[in-house]
């Protein structure tokens, strides 16, 4: 689908902007909102391009810079911390041989921090694109990543 | 006291995809009852039932409709808003009614436009909540389909619509007055109240927001009536509340009961603490909330009984620490979490919840004079939160003078 196809699914009323750029970016392959697609978001909803990157900028969910095909998103709120979140923390990055807010070489995984991903009643948890995990250990974290390597190879 | 499923009834009984399903539980009987009632003679059986906000406040909601319905009689438009941005650490009670039974929250939601007579609403959910994003689409649908939304529902000549709103990211946005700016499809900056949004809430209409577990008690209430709904919970606080335990117990997970239970019940019905543990600690109510000690635990949690004990019931998240758990790193955590969803629009909120982190940083690394820092904490989340423009603001010293009533000793 087209940048143009995407905004034209919803009313050119402001209050589509959010679900606008959820729907951009979500067809994006790096996962993020481009330039492009934000002027043309700003020009349908008739809204000052500096408007629409202001929300863009603001909310965490959204990334101005290409990312990788799958986020990883892994929670590190209380729960979670308590329930040892930074050792899946270690493994992750172990694993990928990058840091939080980083994006692997091979352009397949960007690893995030995020607050409470309302999954508590088995943290740790994380979220890779809209799939989420939970009650994660070592070997858990390892056979999602290889799970999505291969998915590529497809 | 065991578990009582009233708003829980049907999860793991029906197919939340189906509405069909749903009708044959018992789906959108309080709403063609409460069609056949006149709009004030509903907001009086919600107000005389006692139903409080479940979002965190427990305000009336009764009393919510009254002035909703009753503000800006010229204004040519009023709304409802869905709070389903559920942000809170340690709450997840609104996805399981999202993911189980999003008829009924649907159903409260509609029931709660015809009191008010709005014609409109949204409901603003969490971006990350896909799975509850995926079956309320699906309920929409479905309810239009069977003539429960749209023009003349059910043949009363009220119509009512709803549409789906994506929060991105932000705790803050589950403030209602911030939702409603990031709703209309701006950054989550918060508004000044007054006004309340009962006065001018999304586009500056009167607006009635409430929490989904909130409106998941209208049908219920309306198809069985307020003395029935009274004889559960407390004389202060109706009703049952969906519990959710995390942390330190066998068996965490949602649990609904009637308002009142105590700490220790609830952790029992959790299957107890984790691998026979001790319990030392529980934050009530999620970073915004309170820590308490053993000393809470047979203390019934009501609204109003936990606030005369200076703790808080919140959203109803209860995480349990054992023994062996660093309590500080918890505080610690939620003043970072704090810090990291602070929106930075006032000097006090940006740079105090920044020293905040600082000083916890401090406390951990055991330097000496620890009392005295947090003592010092202390003050400064008090002079946060009256200087604050908004309630996030307000929050820090909720877990902080807790931490430092139960853990002085700081561990
Ligand atoms: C920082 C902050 C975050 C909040 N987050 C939520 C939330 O995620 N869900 C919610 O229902 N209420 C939340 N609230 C409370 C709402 O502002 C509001 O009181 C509630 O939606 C009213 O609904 P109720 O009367 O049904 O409880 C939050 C409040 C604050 C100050
Ligand atoms: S108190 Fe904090 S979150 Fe609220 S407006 Fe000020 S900076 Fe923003
Ligand atoms: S604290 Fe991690 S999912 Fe809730």
Known sequence: MSIEEIIKQFEPVQHNLLNILHALQDRHPQNCLTEQALDETARYLKLTKSSVYGVAKYYTMFSLEPRGRYIIRLCVSPVCELLKANQIMAVLEKNLGIRAGETTSDGLFTLELSECLGQCQEAPSMMVNNEVYNGLGEEEVQRVLVRMRRRKKK | ?411
Request: net charge positive; with cysteine; charged share 25%.
């Open chain 2, 1 to 411: 006291m065991g578990e009582k499923r009233i708003l829980l009834k049907n999860v793991g009984v029906i197919d939340p995809g189906c509405i069909d399903d749903a009708i044959r539980a018992g789906g959108y009987e309080g709403l063609k009852k409460a069609l056949k009632m006149e709009p004030a003679m509903v907001i009086g059986e919600l107000t005389e039932a006692g139903l409080r906000g479940r979002g965190g406040a427990g305000f009336s909601t009764g009393m919510k409709q009254k002035f909703t319905s009753e503000s800006c009689l010229k204004c040519p438009q009023r709304y409802v808003v869905v709070n389903a941005d559920e942000g809170e650490p340690g709450t997840f009670k609104d996805r399981v009614i999202m993911e189980q039974d999003p008829h009924l929250y649907l159903e409260g939601t509609i029931i709660a436009a015809y009191a008010i007579q709005a014609t409109k609403g949204f409901i603003y959910i969490r971006g990350e909540y896909h799975e509850s994003i995926r079956k309320t689409e699906k309920a929409i649908k479905d309810a239009r389909k069977k003539g429960f939304l749209g023009k003349n529902i059910m043949g009363s000549g009220f119509d009512f619509d709803v549409g789906i709103k994506l929060g991105a990211g932000s705790y803050l946005c589950g403030e209602e007055l911030t939702m409603l700016e990031s709703l209309e499809g701006k950054r989550g900056h918060p508004r000044i109240k007054p006004p309340f949004p009962a006065e001018k809430g999304v586009f500056g209409m009167p607006t009635l927001v409430n929490n989904v577990e909130t409106l998941a008690n209208l049908p219920r209430i309306i198809a069985h009536g307020k003395d029935w709904y009274r004889k559960l919970g407390t004389e202060r606080s109706p009703g049952t509340k969906i519990f959710t335990i995390s942390g330190q117990v066998a068996k965490p997970g949602y649990y609904e009961l009637p308002m009142g239970v105590t700490l220790q019940e609830l952790i029992d019905l959790a299957g107890g603490m984790r691998d026979g543990k001790a319990f030392k600690a529980a934050l009530l109510g999620g970073a915004a909330g309170t820590f308490v000690d053993a000393t809470m635990l047979s203390e019934r949690m009501t609204y109003d009984n936990l606030r005369e004990k200076g703790a808080t019931l919140g959203s109803g998240a209860v995480i349990v620490m054992a023994e062996g758990d660093a309590v500080l790193d918890i505080l610690h955590n939620c003043l970072r979490f704090f810090k990291h969803e602070s929106c930075g629009k006032c000097v006090p909120c940006r740079v105090g919840t920044t020293q905040l982190v600082k000083k916890a940083d401090q406390l951990r690394n055991g330097q000496p004079g620890k009392a005295a820092l947090l003592k010092q904490m202390v003050r400064e989340a008090e002079i946060m939160a009256s200087t604050s423009l908004c309630p996030l603001g307000q929050s820090p010293v909720l877990p902080l003078e807790s931490f430092a009533r139960y853990f002085k000793e700081v561990k």
